[in-house]
């Protein structure tokens, strides 16, 4: 069975940093790619940032790019998204999810989520 659990979420200031982890098991993890998204209250779910199988070609959504970094240590088994410079509008539930093969941007592509870490910029 296949789980990927997200931590690290939690109350940040704005222009605080957090560092999400996510934990799989059950997979082979270097098969997959992986990927952060995110959800706030009434919107859809949004790609963040996605890596594929050996830690290469990272890419981000344009509105955390430079802010945000992702990376996985496959000895671990573990993604992380490194955020720093948090903005109110950052503030959502963050989602791990795991594709075999390549990564992409749609949410409907992805094979295993987690379930969610929630994240709140606020003073």
């Known amino acids: 069975q296949v789980q990927l659990v997200e931590s690290g979420g939690g109350l940040v200031q704005p222009g605080g940093s957090l560092r999400l982890s996510c934990a799989a098991s059950g997979l082979i993890f270097s098969n997959y790619a992986m990927a952060w998204f995110r959800q706030a209250p009434g919107k859809e779910r949004e790609f963040v940032a996605a890596?594929?199988?050996?830690?290469?070609?990272?890419d981000y959504a344009a509105s955390v790019k430079g802010r945000f970094t992702i990376s996985r240590d496959n000895a671990k088994i573990t993604v992380y998204l490194q955020m720093n410079s948090l903005q109110p509008e950052d503030t959502a539930v963050y989602y791990c999810?795991?594709?075999?093969?390549?990564?992409?941007?749609?949410?409907?592509?992805?094979?295993?989520w987690g379930q969610g870490t929630q994240v709140t910029v606020s003073s």
């Open positions: 999810a795991a594709r075999r093969g390549n990564y992409y941007y749609g949410p409907g592509l992805y094979n295993y």
């Open positions: 890596i594929n199988w050996s830690g290469g070609s990272p």
